[in-house]
């Protein structure tokens, strides 16, 4: 049995994989020992934590360890690949971390410590992979038009050997205290990208497009994102404020409200637009959304989708369009899906909208499906007469979004 000093010198140690090994930990050594047994070619370490197996990924297989699982108790696990391309016993650890977070039992364990190590070394190892990370454009339209406003750009990992989202990346940076060094990598990257973009579309003669980008509310009160040195990066990149939209997520409380008011009039006084993500969910309550005054509140997918069915979340977006008319700020849906949601949404008043039924996310900017393809026009004019009925004064705003190139 090693303690958490000794783990870390064994993964430092260990033997080095072969291209396609595969990483298990569990607490349930029973569970490890059937494995062992049933595929002869693994190899174990028994910890203070629980117990590691490796083995080769045709033996080792998720089909394979749910089998004997399920004849032990089905004992909580994590089994995931190893990156041949990592430096020897980094890619153990980096393994190690992501079947521990995997199984759901880090903090039970008392691995808390040694997850978190492990967990910064994977955003090292995130850090190093800046040429190799994807970035997808997926469109927002007007739903009354259909007319394009601008493109999100949703930022996708490529860490080869791990299977990791970009919401593990944002949790890891939580976990470790690195949201802000995330952000400014990610932002980098994406300006980077956008900026050839338009280049290449200047070129051939094409309409500059606009972005918008997703940050942190910590991160917009540190010293590389107040408003002039974030104009100036933009600028850098070949863009122009004004071509950005600032989308403001909901991974952490907002740490100074009154500071991040003063910032986010700084943005706005250089021509870029604002965003509230996630609007009722998370941390975006009505009272930030009234102190941000933001030029976008987005409408959180778990409201959007299903919305033709229920009530409740109706009422919800109702308040909401009546709230962003009091504020002058536009109402986004996300994650819109289906026809009869599409349908809904408009009839409310929700002004732009984005989801996979519009737009899925793609390496290059696509025009959206045409609104009118998308119709449900029996279904829409009777939600119209229904929404009439109970609010007689609802009326249509007119959308103005007015960030020339």
Known sequence: ??????????????????????LLWSRDVRFAHRLLA?????RSYELDAGIVVIG??????????????????????????????LPEGERHLVALSAAVQQSGLAERIGMAQSSQMM?????????TLKNVHAIAYQPIVELASGSLVEYECLFRPEMPGLQT?????????????????????????????????????????????????????????????????????????????????IECTEQQAV??????????KALRRLGFGFAIDDAGAGYASFSLIAALRPSIIKIDREIAFGIARDDAKQA???AFVSFGGR??????AEGIERRADLAMLTALGVDLGQGYLIGKPAANPAEPRAIQTLRLDATRSAIGRRVREVNPQTQRRTIAVDRPA
Request: charged share 20%; proline share 5%.
């Open 1 to 22: 049995m090693r303690r958490n000093g000794e783990l870390v010198r064994f993964l430092h140690g260990a033997k080095q994989a072969e291209s396609d090994d595969r």
């Open 38 to 42: 049933a595929i002869p070619a693994c």
């Open 56 to 85: 080769p990924a045709d033996g080792l297989t998720d089909a394979r360890a749910a089998e004997i699982s399920a004849a032990v108790r089905s004992p909580a696990y994590g089994l995931v690949s190893l990156d041949p391309t």
């Open 119 to 127: 967990q910064s070394k994977m955003l090292d190892y995130f850090f």
């Open 165 to 245: 989202s970009i919401s593990s990346v944002v949790e890891a940076a939580v976990v470790t205290g690195r949201t802000i060094e995330l952000d400014a990598f990610i932002v980098r990257i994406v300006l980077d990208r956008v900026g050839a973009l338009q280049a290449a579309r200047r070129a051939a003669g094409k309409t500059p497009i606009h972005v918008a980008i997703n940050l942190t509310p910590a991160s917009l009160l540190a010293d590389q994102f107040e408003a002039p040195e974030f104009a100036t990066m933009v600028k850098a990149a070949g863009l122009v404020p004004r071509q950005i939209t």
């Open 255 to 264: 740490p100074d409200v009154g500071m991040l008011v003063k910032q986010v």
């Open 316 to 318: 919800l977006v109702e």
């Open 327 to 332: 504020i002058g700020a536009l109402l986004l």
